[in-house]
């Protein structure tokens, strides 16, 4: 089965220090998308790559948070500084999008397994 | 108000039950609705996907849409304890899957 793939699994670092995460996506899809997962907030879209062009990155902390596309099989989300109010889950998610007119069965999102944060 | 609400539950429905789960949203121009599965420590999957008005079923799971009322979800027949997961209701503006907005779920769990 074709999967993205996310490193690392589980990651835990000190306030102030700089976080990468890095995603795979599935060979094919356009389209890459990087959520955060909370208790209070749930998933939060944070920001979307189309053909590795980024479309939109309204939903992160633009301050300490960037996210890019250095080639269609690697997405990378960074924090510099971190901060514990980041501790979260980072899902990587993506798909073939096409944002047409008529729904299509294949766009289906698929995520990664998550990347676990924990900032103290 | 969130855009997506859904009832935190915990929804408790034993075993062979229908289990029944609601979902709301803010934007009267959504296009499309999803139904993510979560189970504990995993990441979600999806389940169902609507995009007009009425039913859809495939197998165990029927989601209703009613665009009027703002409202879909998600039915879950012959309930089974491998259904007990966290269920995200997510709403897109158009057909695609661009900018879903993803409610924060109900736990859903199925007693034996």
């Known amino acids: 089965d074709a999967r993205v793939t996310q490193t690392p699994r589980d990651k835990v670092t000190e306030m102030g220090q700089e976080v990468t995460m890095r995603c795979q996506p599935i060979?094919?899809?356009?389209?890459v998308f990087w959520y955060r997962q909370t208790m209070m907030q749930g998933l939060e879209l944070l920001a979307y790559?189309?053909?590795?062009?980024?479309?939109?990155d309204s939903g992160m902390p633009k301050d300490r948070f960037s996210a890019e596309m250095p080639d269609a099989t690697l997405a990378t989300l960074k924090i510099q500084p971190s901060e514990p109010r980041d501790s979260a889950v980072y899902f990587c998610?993506?798909?073939?999008?096409?944002?047409?007119?008529?729904?299509?069965?294949?766009?289906?999102?698929?995520f990664g397994a998550g990347s676990r944060l924990t900032v103290l | 108000q969130k855009e997506v609400e859904q009832n935190s539950g915990p929804l408790s429905v034993p075993e062979g039950a229908i289990a029944s789960l609601n979902c709301t949203y803010s934007?009267?121009?959504?296009?499309?609705f999803f139904w993510y599965r979560q189970y504990s420590g995993k990441s979600p999957e999806l389940i169902m996907s609507?995009?007009?008005?009425g039913d859809k079923e495939d197998g165990r799971f029927t989601a209703q849409l009613n665009k009027a009322s703002q409202y879909v979800s998600l039915l879950i027949r012959d309930s089974q304890p491998s259904d007990s997961a966290t269920y995200l209701c997510?709403?897109?503006?158009?057909?695609?899957?661009?900018?879903?907005?993803f409610g924060t779920g109900t736990r859903l769990t199925i007693i034996p």
């Open positions: 998610a993506s798909g073939l999008v096409w944002a047409g007119s008529r729904p299509s069965g294949a766009n289906v999102l698929t």
């Open positions: 060979l094919g899809h356009n389209t």
């Open positions: 790559f189309r053909n590795r062009a980024p479309l939109d």
């Open positions: 934007d009267r121009g959504s296009q499309s």
């Open positions: 609507i995009y007009s008005n």
């Open positions: 997510a709403v897109g503006p158009n057909f695609g899957n661009e900018k879903l907005t």
